[in-house]
């Protein structure tokens, strides 16, 4: 094997590079100007980082070649040498470095004298960028001199049921991918000779804001590189392909103002034009009429709160299954009454499914349309519930039946506010129609928030903390409702006007 030196590129970095060149250039030598990660991203990270570590367990007591020299990685890659000179057979965080190029590969096993590696996803599918980020570290690790049998990807097994103590060997799928490994050598030496020499250019690569700014992953410089972009650009139209937004960008059309009346948009983006530049709420009084002479008391505004744990942590639930923990419902008993608020929280620790449907079954009553904003979500969960529950069939099935989506009249376009950018979701709606009721003061702010803070509680032993995060959760949850009833005051008052 060649002596450890300094390394250019990582694996992370080779990736970055593919996506977009300027992007490598920034993190190389502008690394401050990077986004900061939203509690999303970190969530991602977190996540895979656990899998990571569970996968280790399908080839026990290995030794870890890096966790002594986090900030050294030449030392690292000396110490992975050393261990598969005095006979180690199972290696984890094994570092290599081939032409001032690293890679820290999961998981290097040593079976029948011939040497297998290993690499962890905590997703259940195969991207094109895995088969990439694999085929460097195939390439690294054999030109370094380590001759590889074979090279897997282990990924997460979506049909995988827990009962009981979790099996790894089940939870896991493992899948040879030494073929597209080979397959990729060529563009692999070819790709590193050039980004190397980006990474080490003083002058930064010429590249426009594209597409490409948002695939594979979404770009950590857009805030340096999309800074430029003008207020009320064509970008602030939602539900429009990328495509067409950057032809028009391109062609020098770059805000609402200037797209032409004819152009290749669809109806609903030229709804949108049309009443962003007129500054005018459209509103199809007879459509929206209809919708709301559907509705019958008492009116239920209902959300659910999910999470959907990487690795299944109640019995008989799978990885990643929408499992529901919370619920808030507004009740509004008769015309012009005032609403009534029910809300349900899982128990951190306990599987929150059972009790979630027992008290939603009785807070719902037998009579009177659910509201539901989106009601995709919400209708999948029930059906899962009736699947785990088939006690409850028949109470599910006739809530499933009164549940009316909220979403519809805005998709149809019944009523359509240009500040909604052309896009229905309530993110969107809410803002639009209710200017004064705001998300983002609260300490959870959005379903993926809640989605991650009830996670973690499932772990947190600190009583005040638990009792913390709680309240936040019933505070979100319940502002979710509220912000519906709102939503539906002014589709009433929409079709009450002369
Ligand atoms: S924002 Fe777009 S153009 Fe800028 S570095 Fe990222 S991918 Fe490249």
């Known amino acids: 094997m060649t ?23 920034l993190y190389k030598n502008v690394i401050h100007l990077r986004d900061t990660p939203s509690p999303e991203q970190l969530a991602v990270f977190s996540r895979g980082n656990n899998v990571g570590v569970l996968a280790q367990q399908l080839f026990p007591n290995g ?34 470095q081939y032409n001032q190029v690293l890679v820290i590969l999961d998981i290097l096993v040593k079976c029948n004298n011939q040497w297998y590696a290993y690499e962890v996803k905590s997703s259940v599918k ?61 563009i692999i030496s070819e790709k590193l000779e050039k980004l190397k020499m980006v990474a080490l250019n003083p002058s930064m690569p010429e590249v426009s804001i594209g597409e490409h700014c948002f695939s594979p992953y979404n770009c950590d410089f857009m805030g340096t590189c999309w800074k430029n972009v003008p207020i009320n650009s064509v970008f602030e139209m939602g539900a429009v392909p990328k495509t067409l937004l950057f032809e028009l960008y391109n062609s020098g059309i770059k805000t609402i103002d200037e797209v032409p009346e004819k152009n290749n948009l669809d109806k609903n983006a030229n709804l949108h034009l049309q009443s962003k530049n ?33 690795v299944p942590i109640y019995d008989n639930t799978k990885p990643y299954q929408h499992i529901p923990f919370q619920y808030s419902i507004h009740v509004i008993k008769n015309k012009n009454e005032k609403a009534v608020e029910l809300s349900f929280l899982g128990d951190e620790g306990i599987d929150p499914r059972k009790k979630f449907i027992e008290r939603l079954i009785v807070d719902l009553d037998t ?47 019944s009523y359509y506010d240009p500040k909604m950018k052309n896009l229905t979701s309530i993110k969107n709606v809410l803002p639009a129609l209710v ?50 009833i709102k939503v539906f005051e002014v589709l009433k008052k929409a079709v009450d006007r002369d």
């Open 3 to 25: 002596t450890p030196e300094k390394h250019i590129l990582s694996k992370s970095t080779f990736i970055r590079g593919m996506q977009c060149e300027k992007s490598l250039y």
């Open 63 to 96: 030794i870890d070649a890096s966790s002594n020299f986090k900030r050294n990685n030449v030392a690292a890659v000396a110490n992975t040498q050393k261990l598969i000179e005095t006979g180690v057979e199972v290696i984890y965080e094994a570092s290599f």
């Open 126 to 186: 195969i991207s094109n960028t895995y088969l990439l980020d694999v085929s460097l570290q195939h390439y690294v690790i054999e030109q370094s001199g380590l001759k590889l049998e074979d090279i897997s990807l282990i990924t997460v097994n979506p049909s995988y049921v827990k009962k009981g103590k979790l099996e790894v060997d089940k939870f896991f799928v493992i899948t040879s991918v030494k073929q597209d490994a080979l397959k990729n050598e060529s």
């Open 278 to 310: 007129k500054n005018e709420v459209v509103v199809n009084k007879e459509q929206l009429s209809k919708f709301l002479n559907q509705l019958s008391y008492p009116l239920y505004f209902m959300d659910f709160e999910s999470f959907m744990p990487a």
């Open 367 to 413: 009579q009177g349309s659910i509201l539901v904003y989106d009601a995709l979500m919400e209708r999948n969960i029930l059906n899962g519930l009736k699947k785990d529950f088939p006690e409850y069939t028949s109470q599910i099935e006739s809530v499933l039946k009164r549940i009316v989506d909220l979403i519809q009249p805005f998709n149809e376009r």
């Open 435 to 484: 200017s004064d009721l705001h998300f983002n003061e609260l300490k959870i702010s959005s379903g993926s928030m809640a989605m991650i803070a009830y996670e973690k509680l499932q772990k947190e032993t600190d009583m005040f903390k638990i009792a913390e995060v709680r309240e936040h959760l019933l505070e979100y949850c319940r502002m979710d409702t509220f912000a519906m």
